[in-house]
């Protein structure tokens, strides 16, 4: 009979369901209470019969007025209590007012128009409870005051005919409440599942929007949001800056100590984040991996964003202290800006990916803005990648050869075979332009194939006593029919497979560590020796490099050029020539140019160098030039002339 406060939820329900039926409600009320006014026009007095209906429908019409301004404002909880305690406050008048009224006209008509009093109870009974049955409250209190005065009215009349009314309605009064309590019993179960439901959907909801790792957004919630800011950001802030982080050395970590305790650096670097993130910075989000990414609103200047990403870049680079070891990463910031730079959101996150790209091939644990010089670069690539795609490979790529030298004796012991394309279309790329560009576009194995063959041709018209070296991509052998597509066209070419040195770099363990691992076990097996290039300029673990056959490893040139003037690099060369002898390792020095830089090297007991010292790279006609003149001298090979297309070394 009250109206509980303690459901919110369901006093919501109540009062929506109510809004649709009410007007219903005025409607037969008003209808069916004319029908009788009418019925007694003429028998009763003016003021019972149509003064009191005109009062009626005036207070039906204010009542239904007040509902209908009401059906679309948002009221709280205490509202919504407070206007259904008053719908059954209103029920109970009303109950009462057309009961009173329809036993005040009994008496003025004849048999007809008094069995029509009966009718028009009962119905306006039923028609209220009806429309009520969500407020149980208010459908018992009409229920009540209608049929206790008309049952007990019928019931005093003496009449038989309208004391079986009497009990009719009392009969059909109970069967309704019956009906009505299991009704409202199951609308309030419905209004529970419907709560428990929506409970569960925004569960589900924020769970498939949220990193169950770092608790930071998910990928899914980072584009979504992406899109409302520039959906919601005024005209007068459009400046939108984008960022993405990655770290730098997080996979040697979860390598080395277990992805249990990757795990936790992630969650530590979600928190370091989180407590430091950039001023204006709306969110920041896992993207997956050890990708993160935030967006700034209303963003300041190129150089304050520059600034901001340094910083996040320091907050990375001070060691983490974790329960099994203290770990030290760093982490590079790629940064977009919009309107500048992009047009949209999707290339707006474009475009600071490419910035991130970008700046670990250029310059780890930094920050890179993406800037006009790197649209142009897009645009270059995007050229390229077309040219590739319509190149014929076979005609239009070709190798050249850089002799490796033993600096004891000043004899070659072999050459490297270095990629060269003369596009018809674009004319002649740099390696350096177009494999990285190849490697993007996952064609990269088009390329290999027939530098492979020609290389190896070319070599089997050399002395014995010479070695090839060939540079394989990571996707090479990321997978099982890429190394057995190597295996065949090395034992198709008729080359001593002892004789060839396969080349690969610290990227091939960002890929699938294991199975790179056993196409580099395969490649082994058949003889090949296997050579870790560019080594030092990676992330590589010394248990990584243990765990694979190596035969020989490549000092990277960055750490040879101004060797003689920088006691940096001289330590570092110092330290990776001990660590190969320490391994039982080959070592060759790459980019050696200088008298002074090749005196450093001797010094520090260099054996294999490789470079602009001895000479360019040479096209396959003129190895046996360069090998008749190397024997003359270096002045006599400092003479020859060189291949049109001799840039500095580019690995293929």
């Avoid at 219903?24 to 209808?31: A, D, E, K, R, S």
């Avoid at 910031?333 to 250029?362: C, T, W």
């Avoid at 490297?416 to 002649?428: F, K, M, V, Y």
């Avoid at 076990?521 to 673990?541: A, K, N």
């Amino acid at each position: 009979m009250t109206v509980t406060t303690d459901r919110p939820d369901l006093l919501r329900a109540q009062l929506n369901a109510l809004s649709r039926l009410i007007p219903l409600l005025y409607f037969m009320l008003v209808t069916n209470a004319w029908v009788l006014a009418i019925t007694f026009l003429g028998k009763a007095p003016d003021w019972l019969s149509l003064y009191l209906a005109i009062g009626l429908s005036v207070f039906c019409g204010l009542r239904l007025v007040q509902w209908w301004r009401k059906k679309d404002i948002r009221l709280t909880d205490l509202e919504t209590a407070r206007v259904l305690r008053r719908t059954n406050k209103i029920s109970a008048i009303l109950g009462v007012s057309f009961s009173v009224w329809a036993i005040a006209l009994f008496p003025y008509g004849d048999a007809y128009t008094q069995a029509y009093v009966g009718t028009f109870l009962t119905v306006a009974m039923l028609t209220s409870m009806l429309c009520l049955i969500h407020l149980r409250s208010a459908a018992v209190i009409v229920a009540l005051s209608v049929s206790i005065p008309c049952a007990t009215f019928f019931a005093l009349s003496g009449i038989p005919t309208l004391i079986g009314t009497a009990i009719n309605v009392t009969l059909i009064t109970v069967g309704v409440v019956i009906v009505i309590l299991i009704q409202y019993r199951d609308f309030t179960r419905m209004v529970e599942a419907q709560k428990q439901t929506e409970l569960l959907s925004n569960e589900n909801l924020r769970l498939a929007n949220l990193d169950s790792l770092t608790e930071l957004p998910n990928r899914r919630a980072f584009f979504a949001r992406l899109a409302e800011v520039f959906k919601t950001t005024p005209a007068e802030r459009t400046r939108i800056a984008l960022g993405i982080i990655d770290l730098d050395g997080f996979k040697p970590v979860n390598d080395l100590y277990g992805h249990a305790v990757g795990d936790k650096l992630l969650i530590a670097v979600a928190e370091r984040l989180l407590f430091d993130r950039p001023s204006g910075a709306l969110f920041m989000s896992r993207l997956g991996g050890d990708e993160f990414a935030y967006v700034v609103t209303d963003a300041p200047d190129d150089d304050a964003l520059v600034a901001q990403g340094e910083r996040i870049a320091e907050l990375l680079r001070a060691p983490f202290l974790l329960a099994e070891a203290t770990v030290q990463i760093s982490g590079s910031v790629g940064i977009a800006v919009y309107p500048e730079m992009a047009s949209g959101a999707n290339q707006l996150f474009e475009r600071a990916d490419y910035a991130l790209y970008h700046g670990k091939s250029a310059r780890r644990g930094g920050a890179i803005l993406f800037s006009a010089d790197h649209e142009a670069q897009i645009n270059n690539d995007a050229r390229i990648e077309q040219a590739l795609k319509c190149a014929d490979f076979e005609r239009e790529l070709s190798v050249v050869f850089q002799p490796i030298v033993d600096i004891r004796t000043q004899a070659t012991v072999g050459f490297e075979t270095l990629a060269r394309w003369a596009s018809p279309t674009i004319g002649w790329i740099s390696p350096g332009e177009f494999i990285p560009v190849a490697e993007r576009a996952g064609i990269i194995g088009s390329l290999t194939r027939p530098l492979l063959k020609k290389a190896l041709v070319a070599a089997l018209c050399w002395s014995r006593e010479l070695r090839l070296s060939f540079n394989l991509s990571a996707y090479d052998l990321n997978s099982v029919e890429g190394a057995e597509t190597i295996l065949a066209i090395i034992k198709d070419s008729g080359f001593d497979p002892r004789r060839l040195d396969l080349e690969i770099t610290e990227t091939a363990f960002a890929h699938d560590f294991k199975q790179v691992q056993q196409s580099i076990e395969m490649l082994r097996i058949l003889g090949c020796g296997i050579s870790l290039d560019d080594f030092g300029t990676g992330y590589s673990s010394l248990s990584r490099l243990h765990a694979l056959p190596l035969t020989k490893i490549k000092i990277d040139r960055s750490f040879v050029t101004g060797l003689d003037k920088s006691p940096a690099s001289f330590k570092i060369v110092k330290s990776l020539l001990a660590l190969s002898r320490d391994m039982g390792l080959d070592c060759v020095i790459e980019g050696v140019e200088t008298d002074e830089e090749m005196a450093v090297l001797r010094r520090l007991g260099g054996l294999m160098v490789q470079g602009y010292f001895y000479s360019a790279p040479i096209a396959e006609e003129e190895v046996t030039l360069y090998l008749e003149g190397a024997v003359a001298g270096r002045q006599a090979l400092a003479a020859l002339p060189r291949s049109p297309s001799a840039p500095r070394p580019a690995h293929a």
